[in-house]
């Protein structure tokens, strides 16, 4: 009961943790875009420039807020988990680096929301030191304070980092609010330029310094593939590609296109840099969880290993148990005794009972359904486009047998499959879950099908899909890392993790798809349903043993 309570609370404190990092970067971004980028200029409309200042700052409030909260759960969460395992009264929680730096960083973003307001022209220069104390107090907790070897280097380049992506990624917001409050095409122009040269240098910065502590930190070219920090910093490299293909297409907008040409273009682009921009940031906080490579030597998988993991295979589709009498799931036990043969180990020496090995069979022909349906889901939106193929058209509703395969599968002991009563499945919370999890699948798929035949301009219903997919994504990156298992759990990871990237990349192509001029749309409307392809793919070939 105890480790299902430590598993739960150190999800949420890898949450809380993201949460954080979000909101300490849109801070960062929204300071220097208040006293620099959105800086007032002669040649500029006063009561515009005025507007977006103001805007500014009321965001600059609401990110101070929610780093306040934020960090007041997460000290509760983290001081929670230390006094039930440690077994530790409170005061000495109190003397831990993570609770110091939390109440630093609490009563510096309380500051900030006091200092951050329209009319306090002085309280704003307050908000340059207040950026400082929260930066060093981030990184007092990060891998770089507790290495015992080069720390000022790592310390510098978390600083560099951190500043890198809240003037970049943490910026966004605020120059999108500013596009929108902009008076006339002049003053976003101007708001536009301003940040790409800001943007600019923040991405030099980032790569740099984030390149360098990918080197120290995962230490070989096996690790990258061998150890769950390995597979995430690969994610976020791969993310960073999609950003930078994102700032780029804007930085080639603002230096060659027209201002009238430019602007619809480039407000949905930063839109969509954005959203990959923040699950970056999310995919971070799972790092914080991980201790880095370089100190897993003993828990790297070998690349052997790794190939044989995810070497193509032909697909699962038969639940073909292992003979295990005393589990109910092929007949009754004999004596009342509990079959515990080893059949082998995993890479992690765990013996493989007949109970383990047919959890990992049915697991895998789970994912393996799932992804013929996906992989049809992908092929009938690309024959759509083609307007050929009519009954094409219908791809969303896929997601009903998806929802009965959840219904029907997802608790093999549980009716109308297993040996559990339909109404004893509604009151387990797990099976409760799922089925409600079932109902959404199948209401949504109709939902979906309802919003693409009756498909408007600018139709707010139409970003629902898109958006639970970006989500889907980011939540499947966003997870604590397992502290027992490790190789196995770093097996698992080289499935999900692409799967998470391309639901994050196919989510804010179909935001593209519908948010961008009709003549730019072609290519956002082919990468989601590619996506949705290979992300089948992957399921097809996912496997556990």
């Known amino acids: ?29 929204g300071v220097l875009f208040g006293l620099w980028t959105a800086r007032s200029s002669p040649a500029l409309s006063r009561v515009g420039i005025d507007a977006i200042q103001t805007s ?89 304070a507790s290495r015992l070897t080069g720390r000022p280097l790592l310390i ?59 080197a120290i930190y995962i230490g070989s070219w096996t690790a990258v593939l061998g ?45 969509a840099e954005l959203g990959i921009g923040i699950t970056v940031i999310l995919t971070a906080a799972s790092l914080t969880s991980q201790p880095p490579a370089v100190d897993q030597t003993h828990e790297t998988v070998t690349l052997s290993q790794v190939y044989h993991r995810i070497k193509p295979a032909l697909p699962r589709f038969l639940y073909a148990y292992v003979p295990e009498p005393a589990s109910g799931r092929l007949g009754p036990a004999k004596n009342g005794r509990i079959e515990n043969r080893v059949l082998g180990y995993n890479v992690d020496g765990v013996a493989l009972t007949p109970r383990v090995i047919n959890d990992a069979i049915e697991s895998e022909s789970n994912h393996h359904w799932m992804g013929v349906v996906v ?19 219908y791809w969303p509703l896929l997601l009903i047998p998806v929802a009965v395969f959840i219904f029907v599968q997802a608790d093999s002991e549980c009716w109308p499959v297993g040996w559990k009563s339909f109404g004893a499945c509604w009151i387990d919370p797990e099976s409760f879950q799922h089925r409600i999890a079932a109902l ?65 990349f196919a989510g804010w192509a179909g935001w593209l798809e519908l948010r961008l001029p009709k003549q730019d749309r072609t290519i956002p409307s082919l990468i989601w349903p590619l996506c949705f392809v290979l992300i089948g793919a992957f399921l097809l070939n996912y496997r556990e043993m």
């Open 156 to 214: 510098a380049l978390s600083c560099i980092h951190e500043l890198a992506v809240g003037f970049w990624i943490g910026g966004l917001p605020f120059l999108v609010l500013g596009l929108y409050r902009g008076q006339d095409p002049a003053t976003r122009w101007y708001l536009t330029r301003r940040f790409s040269g800001t943007a600019l240098m923040s991405v030099g910065g980032l790569v740099m310094s984030g390149a360098i502590m990918s």
């Open 227 to 271: 150890t769950a920090y390995g597979v995430m910093v690969a994610a976020k490299v791969t993310m960073l590609g999609g950003l930078l293909l994102l700032g780029g297409l804007n930085f080639l907008l603002i230096r060659n296109a027209r201002t009238e040409d430019a602007l619809p273009r480039l407000r949905r682009l930063i839109e």
């Open 1 to 29: 009961m105890l480790a299902k309570l430590v598993n739960l609370f150190s999800l949420f404190s890898v949450l809380l943790r993201a949460g954080t990092l979000v909101f300490q970067s849109i801070i960062f971004g």
């Open 375 to 393: 992989l049809l889901m992908g092929v009938l939106a690309l024959l759509a486009r083609t307007g050929k193929v009519p009954f094409a058209n």
């Open 56 to 144: 500014t700052w009321r965001l600059l409030q609401l990110a101070a807020a929610g780093l306040a909260a934020t960090q007041l759960l997460y000290l509760y969460v983290n001081s929670a988990v230390l006094m039930a395992v440690a077994e530790i009264p409170f005061p000495q929680v109190v003397g831990a680096n993570f609770f110091i730096s939390g109440c630093v960083v609490v009563i510096s973003a309380c500051a900030m929301l006091m200092a951050a307001t329209p009319n306090n022209r002085f309280g704003k220069w307050l908000l340059v030191p207040l950026v400082a104390v929260i930066l060093a107090a981030s990184v007092m907790t990060n891998h770089a």
């Open 440 to 504: 959404l699948c199948a209401g949504f798929g109709i939902f979906q099908l309802r919003v693409r035949k009756q498909l408007t301009e600018n139709n707010p219903l139409a970003m629902v899909f898109p958006l639970i997919l970006a989500l889907g994504g980011a939540v499947l990156l966003t997870h604590s890392h397992a502290i027992t298992n490790v190789k196995e759990n770093t097996l698992v990871e080289l499935s999900h993790v692409p799967m998470g990237v391309l639901a994050v």
